[in-house]
């Protein structure tokens, strides 16, 4: 049974550009939520997708955006990336309602020069 | 406005010893779940312990185990024989109870265990 699948593992990337990370949840789970966590911090929650919608959003501006597919996988997108976008994004999945009971993948380090 | 301290930012122990990992928190519901995860340098969070707020009995998983203080908005974790395998950086986190669905984490302590 594959847990949750992040993908790229590494990016690097100068600012102002455009980045994609990419999610798959655990077998059976049907909500995702991403996580940043800037070096030497907690974790920070970004926003949160079931049935293809964005349900909850932490205090994150409008460049950090995402999608939730039919197979429940889902994409988090940044824009105009900042230096301060350094950091890494962990995704987590769960069952609807059961948030108790997340699995977190092992995250994507972006680097933004 | 919730929020999760965890005042010591590393912590060092001889293996085999006993550590005790501090955490308090700070929300106005009654109802809700605490966590702490392990963040080993592979980076996934792995969760060591979790408790429910409503239950008065500390949770335990074989050699780690709690100690829920609720009036006190406390929650500590006791790491006994400690091993090798237990250096990481260790999270206190909590989540409403069918609330805002996110997981509040503190900044974390970073746990040696010294062979």
């Known amino acids: 049974d594959a847990g949750v699948t992040q993908s790229p593992t590494h990016l690097i990337k100068t600012r102002g550009q455009q980045v994609t990370l990419r999610c798959s949840p655990k077998?059976?789970?049907?909500?995702v939520s991403w996580y940043q966590q800037a070096l030497g911090q907690g974790p920070q929650f970004i926003f949160q997708y079931y049935e293809e919608e964005e349900r909850q959003r932490g205090n994150f501006p409008d460049r950090f955006s995402g999608h939730q597919f039919p197979n429940y996988s889902s994409e988090l997108n940044v824009n105009a990336l900042l230096l301060g976008d350094s950091a890494l994004y962990l995704c987590?999945?769960?069952?609807?309602?059961?948030?108790?009971?997340?699995?977190f993948g092992s995250g994507t380090q972006l680097s933004v020069l | 406005a919730q929020t999760v301290t965890q005042s010591q930012p590393e912590m060092s122990v001889q293996e085999a010893e006993t550590v005790t990992l501090s955490c308090t928190y700070d929300t106005s519901e009654n109802n809700y779940y605490l966590f702490w995860y392990k963040q080993p340098p592979s980076r996934q969070m792995i969760l060591v312990i979790r408790?429910?707020?409503?239950?008065?009995q500390n949770a335990t998983e074989n050699r780690f185990s709690v100690n829920f203080q609720k009036a006190a908005k406390s929650f500590s974790l006791k790491i006994s024989d400690s091993q090798l395998g237990d250096t990481a950086m260790y999270f206190c986190?909590?989540?409403?109870?069918?609330?805002?669905?996110?997981?509040?984490f503190g900044t974390g302590t970073r746990l040696t265990i010294i062979p």
């Open positions: 987590a999945s769960s069952s609807r309602g059961m948030d108790e009971k997340l699995f």
């Open positions: 408790q429910e707020a409503y239950k008065q």
């Open positions: 986190a909590f989540i409403i109870y069918f609330g805002n669905e996110k997981l509040t």
């Open positions: 077998s059976g789970h049907d909500t």
